[in-house]
C-alpha cells in the first residue's frame, strides 16, 4: 500500500498577480467547492494510479476547512475513499506580524487560539475522515510562514522563546485531545517573510530538542514535515537534510514536490520563488526513496504543487499525476539499487561506477514511469 496526499490549495483558477488569475474558471471558489474538489480526485485522478495507492486530501484551517464546512468535507470524503491526511492552521493569512512568535501579545495570543481551534476541528467534525488505522492517522503540520521578521533586533530572541512556549501549549491542548495525530513543523527559509525563525531542517529539529526539554513534551509522534523544494530554495542537499530527519526520527510526513533544480529540466532552485513544481525522477530522488523506505517510514506523501500558469484544468491534473507517478517510480527503482555494490565503490573511491549505478536507476525509473504513465 501506498499512501499519496493531494493538496486543496493544488486546486486554484490562477496564481494572478504577474500571471492570470482565472486561467481554470472551472476551479474557482463557486464552481470548485471542496466537496467538488474531492469528487474531481476520485473521478479523474484515482483512476490513473497503481491500484495499491490510497489518497489523501491536505488542508489549511480556517480558509479551506472550518466550522462551518467541516461536517460535509468529512461526508464527502468518506463517501469517496479518501482520507484527511494533512492539516494546516493557515496563521500566516491571518496574522501578518509574527503569529504565536509575535511580540505583539494580542497577536500572539490570537494566533495560538487559532491554532487550537484548528486542533478541535481535527479531533471533532474531520475525525470521521481519518485513515481507520491508527499509524496513518493525520499531520498537523504547523509551516512557519508566520514565524518571520524583517528587522534584525534584539527581539528575535524574545519571538524565538515565544514560539517555544506557544509550540509547547499546543502539543499540550493536542495531547488532552487524545493525542493520536502527528505533529510537524515545516521549515522555510524565506517567504512570507524575509527571515524566519525555522529556515532550516535542523533548526527545527533543534527547536523540537529544546521544546522537550523545557517543557516535557513527548517527541515521539512530533517532528518534521520534509519539504524537498524548501531545502533546495536553500541551496542546501535535500539527501542530507533526509539523513538528519531519519537519524532523529523526525519524519512525521512528507512533501515531494520540488523547486526543478535538481532534474537539468525545468528551471528553480536557491534564489527562486516557491515554485511547487511536482516532484520529479532524479538520483536524488532515487537515494531518498531508497533511504525512507530503509527507516519503515509508511506514512503519507503529499503532493504540495501548483499548476503551471498556463494549464488548463486537465494539464494541471496531468501534473498531479505526473509527480505521484514519478515517486513511485523513484520507490521502484530504488528498491532495485544495489546499496551494497554502490556503497563498495565508494569504499574503494571508485566514483565514477557509482555515478554510473545513479545513472541507471534514473534510467530505470523513467522505464517505469512510462509503464505506469501509458
Known amino acids: 500500500?501506498?499512501?499519496?496526499?493531494?493538496?486543496?490549495?493544488?486546486?486554484?483558477?490562477?496564481?494572478?498577480?504577474?500571471?492570470?488569475?482565472?486561467?481554470?474558471?472551472?476551479?474557482?471558489?463557486?464552481?470548485?467547492?471542496?466537496?467538488?474538489?474531492?469528487?474531481?480526485?476520485?473521478?479523474?485522478?484515482?483512476?490513473?494510479?497503481?491500484?495499491?495507492?490510497?489518497?489523501?486530501?491536505?488542508?489549511?484551517?480556517?480558509?479551506?476547512?472550518?466550522?462551518?464546512?467541516?461536517?460535509?468535507?468529512?461526508?464527502?470524503?468518506?463517501?469517496?475513499?479518501?482520507?484527511?491526511?494533512?492539516?494546516?492552521?493557515?496563521?500566516?493569512?491571518?496574522?501578518?506580524?509574527?503569529?504565536?512568535?509575535?511580540?505583539?501579545?494580542?497577536?500572539?495570543?490570537?494566533?495560538?487560539?487559532?491554532?487550537?481551534?484548528?486542533?478541535?476541528?481535527?479531533?471533532?467534525?474531520?475525525?470521521?475522515?481519518?485513515?481507520?488505522?491508527?499509524?496513518?492517522?493525520?499531520?498537523?503540520?504547523?509551516?512557519?510562514?508566520?514565524?518571520?521578521?524583517?528587522?534584525?533586533?534584539?527581539?528575535?530572541?524574545?519571538?524565538?522563546?515565544?514560539?517555544?512556549?506557544?509550540?509547547?501549549?499546543?502539543?499540550?491542548?493536542?495531547?488532552?485531545?487524545g493525542e493520536m495525530i502527528y505533529i510537524g513543523l515545516e521549515p522555510k527559509p524565506n517567504e512570507g517573510h524575509p527571515a524566519m525563525l525555522l529556515p532550516t531542517v535542523a533548526s527545527a529539529l533543534l527547536v523540537w530538542h529544546k521544546i522537550a526539554a523545557e517543557f516535557g513534551i513527548d517527541l515521539s509522534k512530533k517532528g518534521i514535515n520534509k519539504e524537498f523544494g524548501h531545502s533546495e530554495m536553500l541551496g542546501l542537499d535535500i539527501v542530507h537534510d533526509t539523513v538528519e530527519e531519519l537519524d532523529n526520527t523526525a519524519m512525521v510526513h512528507m512533501h515531494v514536490n520540488s523547486q526543478g533544480c535538481s532534474d537539468g529540466i525545468r528551471i528553480g532552485g536557491p534564489g527562486k520563488f516557491d515554485i511547487d513544481y511536482g516532484t520529479g525522477i532524479t538520483a536524488g530522488n532515487i537515494t531518498m526513496a531508497a533511504l525512507i523506505k530503509d527507516s519503515g517510514y509508511k506514512?503519507?506523501?503529499?503532493?504540495?504543487?501548483?499548476?503551471?500558469?498556463?494549464?488548463?484544468?486537465?494539464?494541471?491534473?496531468?501534473?498531479?499525476v505526473r509527480s505521484i507517478l514519478n515517486w513511485e517510480a523513484c520507490e521502484r527503482a530504488a528498491t532495485r539499487l544495489n546499496r551494497k555494490e554502490l556503497e563498495e565503490h565508494l569504499a574503494k573511491r571508485d566514483t565514477a561506477k557509482a555515478e554510473d549505478m545513479l545513472r541507471a536507476a534514473v534510467m530505470d525509473a523513467c522505464k517505469e514511469f512510462d509503464l505506469m504513465y501509458t
Open 1 to 177: 500500500m501506498s499512501l499519496h496526499s493531494i493538496c486543496h490549495w493544488t486546486f486554484n483558477p490562477g496564481k494572478g498577480g504577474f500571471t492570470p488569475g482565472n486561467m481554470r474558471p472551472a476551479w474557482d471558489a463557486e464552481n470548485m467547492r471542496t466537496v467538488d474538489l474531492i469528487r474531481t480526485i476520485r473521478e479523474k485522478i484515482a483512476p490513473r494510479l497503481p491500484k495499491d495507492c490510497e489518497l489523501g486530501l491536505e488542508m489549511h484551517y480556517a480558509f479551506e476547512a472550518n466550522e462551518d464546512n467541516a461536517a460535509e468535507i468529512a461526508a464527502a470524503l468518506k463517501a469517496n475513499n479518501i482520507h484527511l491526511a494533512m492539516i494546516s492552521p493557515g496563521q500566516h493569512a491571518y496574522y501578518a506580524y509574527g503569529g504565536m512568535c509575535s511580540m505583539d501579545k494580542s497577536e500572539r495570543a490570537g494566533a495560538l487560539d487559532f491554532c487550537l481551534r484548528a486542533l478541535d476541528l481535527t479531533y471533532g467534525d474531520l475525525r470521521s475522515a481519518w485513515h481507520p488505522q491508527a499509524e496513518y492517522a493525520p499531520t498537523f503540520v504547523i509551516w512557519n510562514g508566520a514565524f518571520g521578521y524583517d528587522l534584525a533586533s534584539t527581539g528575535i530572541q524574545a519571538m524565538y522563546q515565544n514560539m517555544k512556549e506557544s509550540l509547547a501549549a499546543v502539543c499540550r491542548h493536542e495531547k488532552d485531545l
Open 299 to 320: 506514512r503519507w506523501h503529499g503532493h504540495d504543487m501548483q499548476a503551471r500558469a498556463y494549464d488548463n484544468e486537465e494539464q494541471a491534473l496531468d501534473r498531479i
